[in-house]
T-cell receptor
Framework: AQSVTQPDIHITVSEGASLELRCNYSYGATPYLFWYVQSPGQGLQLLLKYFSGDTLVQGIKGFEAEFKRSQSSFNLRKPSVHWSDAAEYFCAVGGGNSGYALNFGKGTSLLVTP | GAVVSQHPSRVICKSGTSVKIECRSLDFQATTMFWYRQFPKQSLMLMATSNEGSKATYEQGVEKDKFLINHASLTLSTLTVTSAHPEDSSFYIC???????????FGPGTRLTVT
């Protein structure tokens, strides 16, 4: 079965520290991978996406993610976190049997401390 | 570009009444729209997929007679929660895509509270 796993429910980092949010997927075909961010009571904003090509993708707000097929992972990184980055982050996967619909992970809540 | 709006942003209704939520693509033609439901502190769960001019495809466990979806034009889809009950209280989010592209653009969501 197709699935998306975000192992970390909550992560706390100090402002200025580096960040890595994990995402693992289980898909039969080549997946289309996305990272979204959601602020409280808001919709989702696309941070970055991977369809094909260079496995290191750059997104908005200084985020990047690396697709590693051998590890079935698409981890999100940021070298220096800002207080405004505190939000909920969702990894999503599309393609394969799901067609155009996206399968979302359960999300990782990021807390940034001073 | 690629802006999706939802209306209303918040709605409170009494149990037993029906509520309509609109999802509009403002600057592109949305051949496909998706409706998601999100419970507090949880992920998005796909409710249904609708293609313009066709009947919506509902996910397993979603009552199609309770959650009526209409996608009558390339810029508008509506979700009607019929005979709403307190357990229908949730955050409803729509998204839209165009053509054969996989990228979805999300609306800001609608907070439904049923009293």
């Amino acid at each position: 079965a197709q699935s998306v796993t975000q192992p970390d429910i909550h992560i706390t980092v100090s402002e200025g520290a580096s960040l890595e949010l994990r995402c693992n997927y289980s898909y039969g075909a080549t997946p289309y991978l996305f990272w979204y961010v959601q602020s409280p009571g808001q919709g989702l904003q696309l941070l970055l996406k991977y369809f094909s090509g260079d496995t290191l993708v750059q997104g908005i707000k200084g985020f990047e993610a690396e697709f590693k097929r051998s590890q079935s992972s698409f981890n999100l990184r940021k070298p220096s976190v800002h207080w405004s980055d505190a939000a909920e982050y969702f990894c999503a996967v599309g393609g394969g049997n799901s067609g155009y619909a996206l399968n979302f992970g359960k999300g990782t809540s990021l807390l940034v401390t001073p | 570009g690629a802006v999706v709006s939802q209306h209303p942003s918040r709605v409170i209704c009494k149990s037993g009444t029906s509520v309509k939520i609109e999802c509009r693509s403002l600057d592109f033609q949305a051949t496909t729209m998706f409706w998601y439901r999100q419970f507090p502190k949880q992920s998005l769960m796909l409710m249904a997929t609708s293609n313009e001019g066709s009947k919506a495809t509902y996910e397993q466990g979603v009552e199609k007679d309770k959650f009526l979806i209409n996608h009558a034009s390339l810029t508008l889809s509506t979700l009607t929660v019929t005979s709403a009950h307190p357990e229908d209280s949730s955050f409803y989010i729509c998204s839209a895509k165009t053509g054969a592209l996989y990228e979805q653009y999300f609306g800001p969501g609608t907070r439904l509270t049923v009293t």
